[in-house]
């Protein structure tokens, strides 16, 4: 499905647009009322772009520092260029463990390479924990928003899909439905052979993981199984241990609009007694998949420095009225929009950056001060750039011809007293199809000029 048909289905389900107004106006609300208690919120900004920024300009220093580092505490690291190599070695260590069922906290990055599918292929059962996330398993659904992945579903639809899949009674009491998917849950994380997760923040001075959370699923996730494999993307990764404070005030307040969340877990390496809690084996896998072309630029590195708080979706008048799915693509929104076709290439998503207003709103809710806007407008110059053959050519004809009569005054007059005599109207079918193209007048406007001098008398 196209963005323009997703977009078109997005407007006309009108309990979709209800539950993303409440949803997105309520987010918005919380976030202007947790950053009110941040000393320093632009001082805050400013500190964690500049870390991302000298970071990311260093990458190759800092990842080497966390491997080493992540390695002393145990932990057994993994490099998968793409997707395809991110799930074999996910699968295979999985296989190799025998593995039958494992059990996930809510992960864009296994999303972004389709890692539940990848699993199942081998025979091994992936078991969403985080609460949106089940719920979307449970609809063999997708998620549309980045931290939010159910933010498209109702009260009621959600209490229709507990009522036919765990076979509960019918109940729109919500801390019933919650209660009813805690007990479901419960024995899974008791079964699983792994636990799988993804990675907020990791430390390149200590390699340690920080995996922020709400529900204590994350917690039990990377705890209750013998093994745990966090799989991060390689812009993930910060200097020190310190520079969480400022992540750690930025990134809840935008996200859900709290001060902090309620479980903020520090992973460095694994346990080292019998009595400890952690697992027996940690496995890191750090994920490329075309973020390494990013680097490249200043203006396309910015996008690396995004922390997935999803306050520029929150925000955004676009994706408040159609939602995740119309953009067809595991990021959505203006962050979407600009991740996505540098991480599968402008060629299969040159829709996405056009999918926007250009209203700048999310340059000013994101944390971390990414410009997305001007990189949406790298992006369309990139797609311009790929337009080749037939349609560039008469749009560079056209133009050269454009130019040709607004130079020359007279043959600007007799081309358009030809064109009003034979009634032409200019092709421009992208215009029209939207918006009605006003007729060309009787007479020109240097015409009507001098017939109204005459008129008067005015020689």
Same mark, same amino acid.
Request: proline share 5%; net charge positive.
């Given at each position: 499905?196209?963005?323009?048909?997703?977009?078109?289905?997005?407007?006309?389900?009108?309990?979709?647009?209800?539950?993303?107004?409440?949803?997105?106006?309520?987010?918005?609300?919380?976030?202007?009322?947790?950053?009110?208690?941040?000393?320093?919120?632009?001082?805050?900004?400013?500190?964690?772009?500049?870390?991302?920024?000298?970071?990311?300009?260093?990458?190759?220093?800092?990842?080497?520092?966390?491997?080493?580092?992540?390695?002393?505490?145990?932990?057994?690291?993994?490099?998968?260029?793409?997707?395809?190599?991110?799930?074999?070695?996910?699968?295979?260590?999985?296989?190799?463990?025998?593995?039958?069922?494992?059990?996930?906290?809510?992960?864009?990055?296994?999303?972004?390479?389709?890692?539940?599918?990848?699993?199942?292929?081998?025979?091994?059962?992936?078991?969403?924990?985080?609460?949106?996330?089940?719920?979307?398993?449970?609809?063999?659904?997708?998620?549309?928003?980045?931290?939010?992945?159910?933010?498209?579903?109702?009260?009621?639809?959600?209490?229709?899909?507990?009522v036919e899949k765990l076979g509960?009674?019918?109940?729109?009491?919500?801390?019933?439905?919650?209660?009813?998917?805690?007990?479901?849950?419960?024995?899974?994380?008791?079964?699983?052979?792994?636990?799988?997760?993804?990675?907020?923040?990791?430390?390149?001075?200590?390699?340690?993981?920080?995996?922020?959370?709400?529900?204590?699923?994350?917690?039990?996730?990377?705890?209750?199984?013998?093994?745990?494999?966090?799989?991060?993307?390689?812009?993930?990764?910060?200097?020190?241990?310190?520079?969480?404070e400022v992540f750690l005030q930025?990134?809840?307040?935008?996200?859900?609009?709290?001060?902090?969340?309620?479980?903020?877990?520090?992973?460095?390496?694994?346990?080292?007694?019998?009595?400890?809690?952690?697992?027996?084996?940690?496995?890191?896998?750090?994920?490329?998949?075309?973020?390494?072309?990013?680097?490249?630029?200043?203006?396309?590195?910015?996008?690396? *420095?995004?922390?997935? +708080? @999803? !306050? =520029?979706?929150?925000? $955004? %008048? &676009?994706?408040?009225? /159609?939602?995740?799915?119309?953009?067809?693509?595991?990021?959505?929104?203006?962050?979407?929009?600009?991740?996505?076709?540098?991480?599968?290439?402008?060629?299969?998503?040159?829709?996405?950056?056009? *999918?926007?207003?250009? +209203? @700048? !709103? =999310?340059?000013?809710? $994101? %944390? &971390?001060?990414?410009? /997305?806007?001007?990189?949406?407008?790298?992006?369309?110059?990139?797609?311009?750039?790929?337009?080749?053959?037939?349609?560039?050519?008469?749009?560079?004809?056209?133009?050269?011809?454009?130019?040709?009569?607004?130079?020359?005054?007279?043959?600007?007059?007799?081309?358009?007293? &030809?064109a009003r005599i034979l009634r032409?109207?200019?092709?421009?079918?992208?215009?029209?199809?939207?918006?009605?193209?006003?007729?060309?007048?009787?007479?020109?406007?240097?015409?009507?000029?001098?017939?109204?001098?005459?008129?008067?008398?005015?020689?």
């Amino acid at each position: 499905m196209t963005f323009e048909a997703g977009a078109r289905a997005a407007l006309s389900d009108a309990q979709l647009r209800g539950a993303l107004r409440h949803a997105t106006t309520l987010f918005a609300e919380k976030r202007r009322a947790a950053m009110a208690t941040a000393p320093d919120w632009e001082g805050a900004r400013d500190r964690a772009r500049a870390i991302k920024d000298e970071t990311l300009l260093h990458l190759d220093r800092y990842l080497d520092q966390f491997t080493a580092s992540a390695e002393r505490a145990g932990a057994r690291m993994h490099w998968a260029r793409d997707a395809g190599e991110a799930c074999e070695i996910i699968g295979r260590i999985g296989e190799v463990l025998g593995a039958r069922t494992v059990v996930k906290s809510k992960s864009m990055a296994t999303e972004e390479i389709h890692l539940n599918a990848a699993l199942a292929r081998r025979g091994i059962d992936p078991i969403e924990t985080d609460l949106g996330e089940y719920i979307i398993q449970l609809a063999g659904d997708t998620p549309s928003h980045i931290v939010v992945p159910a933010i498209h579903k109702t009260k009621a639809q959600i209490a229709a899909l507990f009522v036919e899949k765990l076979g509960i009674a019918p109940s729109d009491d919500a801390a019933a439905l919650t209660a009813a998917a805690r007990l479901a849950l419960r024995r899974r994380f008791a079964e699983a052979d792994i636990g799988i997760s993804g990675v907020n923040f990791a430390v390149a001075e200590t390699g340690t993981i920080l995996i922020l959370e709400n529900e204590g699923n994350a917690r039990l996730t990377t705890s209750l199984p013998r093994t745990h494999i966090a799989l991060m993307g390689i812009e993930k990764v910060i200097p020190r241990f310190a520079d969480l404070e400022v992540f750690l005030q930025l990134l809840p307040r935008s996200g859900t609009g709290q001060v902090l969340t309620a479980y903020q877990s520090l992973l460095t390496g694994v346990k080292r007694h019998p009595d400890d809690e952690g697992p027996d084996e940690l496995h890191i896998v750090l994920l490329d998949n075309g973020r390494s072309r990013m680097l490249a630029a200043p203006v396309t590195r910015q996008s690396l *420095a995004c922390i997935r +708080c @999803g !306050a =520029c979706l929150n925000a $955004c %008048p &676009v994706y408040r009225q /159609i939602g995740g799915h119309a953009y067809g693509s595991v990021y959505p929104g203006p962050i979407g929009a600009i991740l996505t076709p540098q991480l599968i290439g402008i060629e299969r998503s040159a829709h996405l950056p056009y *999918a926007s207003s250009l +209203c @700048g !709103a =999310c340059r000013d809710v $994101c %944390p &971390v001060k990414i410009d /997305i806007p001007a990189l949406l407008l790298h992006l369309r110059a990139q797609v311009i750039e790929q337009r080749a053959g037939k349609s560039r050519l008469l749009e560079r004809v056209a133009f050269r011809c454009y130019t040709a009569i607004m130079a020359r005054p007279r043959l600007y007059e007799w081309t358009m007293r &030809v064109a009003r005599i034979l009634r032409i109207v200019p092709p421009l079918p992208a215009w029209t199809k939207w918006r009605d193209l006003r007729p060309l007048a009787p007479r020109s406007f240097r015409e009507e000029w001098r017939a109204g001098l005459r008129d008067e008398g005015v020689s």
